[in-house]
């Protein structure tokens, strides 16, 4: 467990890239394998704003690296934070630990929040306007809707007193599972329903993309599915029955438009509507 969290504390940026072009070309060949839906679109034209939202992302996250270094050192060097204050325990439980509330402060949290403030919901709503659901959703996220993430993550690692090889560790691990979780494949149900009580699943996390309240406030999850059945948040629909999108933007052209997606936070504020 050592030698994980130094080879994370010193991650080179070339394993970084590889983690995120692997994962996307692995989960798109196993889209072509096992699809959940056989969508009528052309694949790589649907990607390329998507693939916009990611490389900004990265911009955005690799200018504000600094941030999270600087806030994970001074934890560490002054003793504070919920892992700083707990007991000795064994490295293995200490990573498990800082990772499951990382996922809590980082993911679960900002996630919530942003789908309770009208002003957050509206910038984080271009990611719930992809009509085609894949892997290449992951990273679909409003440059304002990457900043928000990173101070959530901030935050998290201010609070709970995470050294930076558990970060990127985190990191990693959230990159590789929303990719999983949006991409358009189709497991076995009870291998998925197995799936869904440790981790974030594909039929779990879809139901997050359906059009209509209340499915599209559930499943909140990034990693770990915990934290939505904690919380009461967790519902079940049946997976053939998901529609994509949000019923309240149903204009398709317009969600899948680059521009029109990079305008799509200062619209008129507008919820989804209930079932």
């Given at each position: 467990?050592?030698s994980?969290?130094?080879y994370?504390e010193?991650?080179?940026?070339?394993?970084?890239?590889?983690?995120?072009v692997?994962g996307?070309?692995f989960?798109?060949?196993l889209?072509?394998?096992?699809?959940?839906?056989?969508?009528?679109?052309?694949?790589?034209?649907?990607?390329?704003?998507?693939?916009?939202?990611t490389?900004?992302t990265?911009?955005?996250n690799f200018?504000?690296?600094f941030?999270?270094?600087?806030?994970?050192?001074?934890?560490?060097?002054?003793?504070?934070?919920?892992l700083n204050?707990?007991?000795?325990?064994?490295?293995?439980?200490?990573?498990?630990?800082?990772?499951?509330?990382?996922?809590?402060?980082?993911?679960y949290?900002a996630?919530?929040v942003e789908?309770r403030v009208?002003?957050?919901?509206?910038?984080?709503?271009?990611?719930?306007?992809?009509?085609?659901?894949?892997t290449t959703t992951?990273?679909?996220?409003?440059?304002l809707?990457?900043?928000?993430r990173?101070?959530?993550?901030?935050?998290?690692?201010?609070?709970?007193?995470?050294?930076?090889g558990?970060?990127?560790?985190?990191?990693?691990?959230s990159?590789?599972?929303?990719?999983?979780?949006?991409?358009?494949?189709?497991?076995?149900k009870?291998?998925?329903?197995?799936?869904s009580?440790v981790?974030?699943?594909p039929?779990?996390?879809k139901?997050h993309?359906?059009?209509?309240?209340?499915?599209?406030?559930s499943?909140?999850g990034?990693i770990f599915?915990?934290?939505?059945?904690?919380f009461g948040?967790?519902?079940k629909?049946d997976?053939e029955?998901?529609?994509?999108?949000?019923?309240?933007?149903?204009?398709?052209?317009e969600?899948?438009?680059?521009?029109?997606l990079?305008?799509?936070?200062?619209?008129?504020?507008r919820?989804?509507?209930?079932?």
């Amino acid at each position: 467990m050592e030698s994980i969290i130094d080879y994370f504390e010193n991650i080179p940026s070339l394993h970084r890239s590889i983690i995120l072009v692997g994962g996307i070309t692995f989960f798109w060949l196993l889209e072509g394998a096992v699809p959940l839906f056989k969508f009528n679109y052309k694949k790589w034209r649907h990607a390329l704003p998507n693939f916009f939202f990611t490389l900004t992302t990265i911009v955005i996250n690799f200018t504000l690296a600094f941030l999270l270094l600087l806030t994970a050192d001074f934890t560490v060097a002054n003793d504070f934070g919920i892992l700083n204050w707990l007991p000795d325990m064994p490295l293995w439980l200490y990573v498990v630990l800082g990772v499951l509330l990382l996922d809590l402060i980082g993911a679960y949290l900002a996630h919530f929040v942003e789908h309770r403030v009208g002003l957050l919901w509206m910038i984080h709503l271009v990611h719930h306007t992809d009509h085609n659901v894949d892997t290449t959703t992951a990273n679909r996220h409003h440059p304002l809707e990457s900043i928000i993430r990173f101070v959530f993550t901030l935050v998290g690692v201010s609070i709970i007193g995470t050294p930076i090889g558990i970060v990127m560790l985190y990191q990693s691990l959230s990159l590789v599972a929303t990719q999983f979780s949006h991409a358009n494949i189709k497991l076995p149900k009870k291998i998925d329903e197995i799936l869904s009580w440790v981790i974030v699943s594909p039929d779990m996390h879809k139901i997050h993309h359906h059009y209509r309240l209340p499915y599209t406030d559930s499943n909140y999850g990034n990693i770990f599915s915990i934290w939505d059945r904690i919380f009461g948040t967790y519902l079940k629909y049946d997976r053939e029955s998901i529609v994509y999108g949000v019923d309240t933007f149903p204009d398709e052209k317009e969600n899948g438009s680059l521009m029109g997606l990079l305008k799509q936070p200062f619209h008129k504020y507008r919820r989804p509507t209930s079932e």
